[in-house]
C-alpha cells in the first residue's frame, strides 16, 4: 500500500496551492483519507479528511473557508486545494487512510501514511 504526496513549494501569502495524494495497493472504498500538516517545532495536526465512498469532508477550524479537500475516484486520488494562503499554513503535509474517522481525526493509529510534502507560504 502506498500513499504518494506531490504538489508541495513556495507560494506567496495570499496565492494558492493543490496537493495530491495518490493511493495504491489496495481498494480504499471505505477509507477516510485525511491531510495532516506539521509546522517547525509544532506537534502534527489533522487538516481535513473525506470520506471515499461519500465525499463527505471534515475540516479542522483554521482552514475551514480557505482549504478544499476532493476525491477522483478512477484516479485513486485526494487532493487539498489550499486557497488564501498565510505564512502559519507553511509545514510538511502528510496524506493518511484509515477505516475509522475517529481514528483518523484523532491522528493516532491510522492505517497508511504517505510520505510529506513541503509547502512554504512566505510573506
Known amino acids: 500500500v502506498q500513499l504518494q504526496a506531490s504538489g508541495g513549494g513556495l507560494v506567496q501569502a495570499g496565492g494558492s496551492l493543490r496537493l495530491s495524494c495518490a493511493a495504491s495497493g489496495r481498494t480504499f472504498s471505505r477509507y477516510y483519507m485525511g491531510w495532516f500538516r506539521q509546522a517547525p517545532g509544532k506537534e502534527r495536526e489533522f487538516v481535513g479528511g473525506?470520506?471515499?465512498?461519500?465525499?463527505?469532508?471534515y475540516y479542522e477550524d483554521s482552514v475551514k473557508g480557505r482549504f478544499i479537500i476532493s476525491r477522483d475516484y478512477a484516479k485513486n486520488t485526494v487532493y487539498l486545494q489550499m486557497n488564501s494562503l498565510k505564512p502559519e499554513d507553511t509545514a510538511v503535509y502528510y496524506c493518511a487512510a484509515d477505516s475509522t474517522l475517529a481514528v483518523l481525526i484523532r491522528g493516532s493509529g491510522i492505517d497508511y501514511w504517505g510520505k510529506g510534502t513541503l509547502v512554504t507560504v512566505s510573506s
Open positions: 473525506i470520506s471515499w465512498i461519500s465525499a463527505s469532508t
